[in-house]
């Protein structure tokens, strides 16, 4: 969840870039944007990550800026 800090005549509130691997619950990070700039070359919406558990899963943003790791349906699709 978004963390929000109240400051003198407004609030800032900052994006979660943490997100979870849906199967073996892996935290990742996205400190270098390294995910994010994969999110935004693709038109689909998300990017697809394997995880060191052998798992294939998703990765987007959520309408607060918050990174989601979530289950794909089909995992066909080579990962990069």
Do not use: W
């Not at 849906?22 to 995910?35: H, L, V």
């Amino acid at each position: 969840m978004s963390k929000c800090i109240e400051v003198p005549n407004g609030i800032i509130c900052m994006a979660r870039i943490d997100f979870n691997c849906p199967y073996c619950q892996k935290i990742y990070s996205d400190a270098d944007e390294k995910y994010l700039k994969r999110y935004l070359s693709n038109l689909c919406g998300y990017t697809k990550i394997k995880c060191s558990c052998g798992e294939i899963f998703g990765m987007t943003y959520d309408i607060k800026g918050d990174a989601v790791g979530f289950k794909l349906k089909d995992k066909t699709h080579e990962v990069k």
